[in-house]
């Protein structure tokens, strides 16, 4: 049979695996979508056991993105600009890291009808999926306020992205959301705060306004209505959790292993049907 991993540090509670099992099954395919919990000081002994034929491939998350570059044998031209890996497939046997982050992304804001322009988002933290979402705006020419608690990895983003748009570092302090917040017309967090079973925990200083009349997108997708994503709906803004990026990102890596189309549909449901069970087994999650 043939195994597709997901490889991370803890896994949780992972929608992906009912996801991309559901969309094997609606494809035909005989195939297992299975976690592998993976400690950093694992992840070699992990690719080398990704090498056995019966592995087609793998999700990459938390927090070996960026760590798994080195080992992987070439990175597709996504990958290597965004510095990021979330999806690996194999070509002759070979191991290439690719990231559907940046795709998956830009695919949900436009299905929530934001479409980028030459204006400024303000993203919050500077790990893997920050890197995705800086590189898919700075792509399309918006400039860039990050928000993070260590400079050094806020800088090293700065440097992925600077030649496409410009981009201001912040720290993590109040009175930095305040001013990182002036003229954005995009809020998007690409931080784990708020993600359960911390659902009550925001990113956002409760004393510091939102970005006035912004959209604001939150990559945490568990619980579906973060705490960010309910203050946003409830001071009027338009707001939405990264469901819709989930999918995407998961469509796009499924169609890396396979080379067909997507059961997109099927692979929604499935997360949604996943979700929704979380959501009964720990009831105080919103
Ligand atoms: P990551 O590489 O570990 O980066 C997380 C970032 O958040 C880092 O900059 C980290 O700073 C910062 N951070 C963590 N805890 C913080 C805190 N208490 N205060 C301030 N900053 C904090 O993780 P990732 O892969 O980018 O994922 C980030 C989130 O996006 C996760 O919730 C993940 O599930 C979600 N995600 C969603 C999708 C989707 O399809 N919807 C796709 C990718 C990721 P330090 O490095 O200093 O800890």
Redesign the pocket.
Known sequence: MKRVALIGHPLGHSVSPAMQNAAFAALGLAWQYLTLNVPPESLPPALDELRRESWVGANV???H??RVIRLLDGLTGQARSVG?V?TIFKREGRLVGDNT?VA??LADLRAQGVEPEAETAVV?????????VACALASLGMGLHIV???EA?GLALAQAVDRLAPVKIFP?TAESFRQAAGGCSLLVN????G?APASRVS?WPREVPLPEGAFVYD???NPRRSSLVRRAQHEGLRASG??G??VE?GALALERWTGATAPRAVMRRAAVARLEALDVAVPDRR
């Open positions: 998350t938390i927090p993105k960026e990021a979330n982050d998956g992304f919050l933290g500077a790990g893997g999926a920050a890197r995705a993070c608690r260590r990895q993590w690409a931080t784990p705060l993600m990113p990559l945490v997708y990264g469901l990026m989930l990102q």
